[in-house]
């Protein structure tokens, strides 16, 4: 356990790059096992989950190490690969469900225990195994595993998502990759990480089109090659400083990250009175903090281009002390605002109810001992913190080291009271 303590009140000003995305990297981590040539992923940040799936990639007999920012990977052959996940690599996250299809693919058959990551309502994987079975794969569940075994090569399918699923849109790209004959992926996510995907696949020899459009066409067995791929910057990483500076008053530049990839998020800070300014892939922030931010704020979380779920709890944060109620829906997850008990400890008036979260607005912050109930929502409670008077102890259980390097540092960097201790 960690503890992150913050002591609100400062503003914030400087510059901060976010370093590559963790829902590029870790897809890009599982898809190199496809790969039959040595593969450098470029700036990859030291995350938990890059731990866990550098572990993952180990126990499956595959080759992947750290060199200094960057990970490189060697191909393994299919005899030396064995398809059965650890179950505390399973459960350490979300991510490990990208295992299935090159699994499935390079070893024949594959034993997934159940995923973990966020608790953020239901997280079935029905579409992953639909897709899968429509491809020929077999399909059985053991317990909370699921086993996945195909007697002969996949076989390319003209395949609807019944929702745009990004890992089950991850999934099914890379399974098509792998699959003899032409595979129609429709109602597919289209979210920047998905395109990141196609993109290295494409690097690596795959041939693929529509990617960033619902309706992606993937001609199968091609040979895949190795490359060396810088992934994408992580927008939520930036919406969180942008969040924080939001909060905290301030300048703040976020750099290295193209302003269309959180578009949705800059425009509702502006709405709420932050002053931005695009600059290629700058994007400078401003907000005198003695004026009150802009509330009234109805906001629906949804699949890209939407506002994205992950920086809903970032615009809760932010809408916590706003001159007037406002309201978030969140239309992926059920239970996406777990953390508004740790605003309500902060002095904060709002109620989460289902998909919905109600802010009252006008809230006297102050420090308080919280808990990280999820990733963003660990983040969400570091940006309120720091528009708290006095001291917040955020304790995490390992959920914001998941997702970001080092958040502290980050924010302490910016000049924000902030430090973390573990205990
Ligand atoms: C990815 O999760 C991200 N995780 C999440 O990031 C992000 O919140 C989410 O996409 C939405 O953008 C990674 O990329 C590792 P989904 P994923 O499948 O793939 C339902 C973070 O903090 N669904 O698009 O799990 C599902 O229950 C996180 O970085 C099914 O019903 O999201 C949810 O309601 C957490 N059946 C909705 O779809 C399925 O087979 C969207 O989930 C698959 C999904």
């Known amino acids: 356990m960690q503890t992150i303590t913050i002591t609100g009140g400062q503003t914030l000003h400087g510059q901060i790059r976010p370093a590559g995305a963790k829902n590029s990297v870790l897809p890009l981590l599982a898809a190199t096992l496809l790969c039959g040539a040595p593969c450098r992923l470029c700036g990859v940040p030291r995350l938990a989950d890059v731990d866990t799936s550098l572990a993952l990639l180990r126990a499956v007999g595959a080759k992947a190490v750290r060199k200094g920012a960057d990970i490189c990977t060697q191909p393994a052959a299919p005899e030396v690969l064995c398809g059965e996940i650890p179950e505390a690599l399973a459960g350490a996250m979300r991510s490990s469900v990208f295992y299935l299809a090159p699994l499935l693919c390079r070893a024949g058959s594959v034993r997934l225990p159940l995923p973990g990551g966020c608790r953020l309502g239901p997280r079935p994987v029905d579409i992953h195994l639909a897709g899968l079975a429509a491809m020929g794969a077999q399909v059985e569940l053991e317990g909370e595993a699921v086993m996945l075994r195909r007697l002969g090569p996949l076989r390319g399918v003209d395949f609807t998502l019944r929702l745009p699923s990004v890992g089950a849109t991850i999934t099914l790209l890379l399974a098509a990759c792998c699959a003899q004959g032409?595979?129609?992926?429709?109602?597919?996510?289209?979210?920047?990480?998905?395109?990141?995907?196609?993109?290295?696949?494409?690097?690596?020899?795959?041939?693929?089109?529509?990617?960033?459009?619902?309706?992606?066409?993937?001609?199968?067995?091609?040979?895949?090659?190795?490359?060396?791929?810088?992934?994408?910057?992580?927008?939520?990483?930036?919406?969180?400083?942008?969040?924080?500076?939001?909060?905290?008053?301030?300048?703040?530049?976020?750099?290295?990250?193209?302003?269309?990839?959180?578009?949705?998020?800059?425009?509702?800070?502006?709405?709420?009175?932050?002053?931005?300014?695009?600059?290629?892939?700058?994007?400078?922030?401003?907000?005198?903090?003695?004026?009150?931010?802009?509330?009234?704020?109805?906001?629906?979380?949804?699949?890209?281009?939407?506002?994205?779920?992950?920086?809903?709890?970032?615009?809760?944060?932010?809408?916590?002390?706003?001159?007037?109620?406002?309201?978030?829906?969140?239309?992926?997850?059920?239970?996406?605002?777990?953390?508004?008990?740790?605003?309500?400890?902060?002095?904060?008036?709002?109620?989460?109810?289902?998909?919905?979260?109600?802010?009252?607005?006008?809230?006297?912050?102050?420090?308080?001992?919280?808990?990280?109930?999820?990733?963003?929502?660990?983040?969400?409670?570091?940006?309120?913190?720091?528009?708290?008077?006095?001291?917040?102890?955020?304790?995490?259980?390992?959920?914001?080291?998941?997702?970001?390097?080092?958040?502290?540092?980050?924010?302490?960097?910016?000049?924000?009271?902030c430090r973390a201790a573990a205990g």
């Open 182 to 417: 032409t595979t129609v992926l429709r109602g597919a996510a289209c979210e920047p990480e998905v395109c990141d995907l196609a993109g290295f696949l494409r690097a690596c020899g795959a041939q693929i089109t529509g990617a960033g459009t619902p309706v992606i066409v993937v001609q199968g067995r091609r040979a895949l090659g190795g490359v060396s791929y810088t992934p994408l910057p992580d927008r939520i990483a930036a919406a969180t400083y942008a969040a924080a500076l939001a909060a905290a008053g301030g300048q703040v530049a976020v750099t290295g990250c193209l302003p269309q990839y959180y578009g949705a998020f800059l425009h509702f800070l502006q709405d709420c009175g932050v002053q931005i300014e695009p600059d290629g892939d700058t994007v400078r922030l401003a907000r005198d903090p003695a004026r009150p931010l802009r509330g009234g704020q109805q906001l629906f979380a949804n699949a890209w281009p939407a506002f994205a779920t992950d920086t809903a709890p970032l615009a809760a944060a932010v809408l916590l002390r706003a001159d007037a109620p406002s309201e978030i829906y969140d239309h992926l997850f059920a239970d996406r605002f777990a953390c508004a008990a740790g605003f309500a400890a902060m002095g904060a008036v709002c109620t989460a109810a289902g998909r919905r979260l109600t802010i009252a607005g006008g809230a006297r912050l102050h420090g308080a001992a919280v808990t990280a109930p999820d990733l963003r929502g660990g983040a969400a409670l570091a940006v309120a913190a720091l528009a708290a008077e006095g001291t917040t102890q955020l304790r995490d259980p390992g959920h914001i080291r998941r997702g970001y390097a080092d958040l502290p540092g980050d924010l302490a960097a910016l000049g924000a009271v």
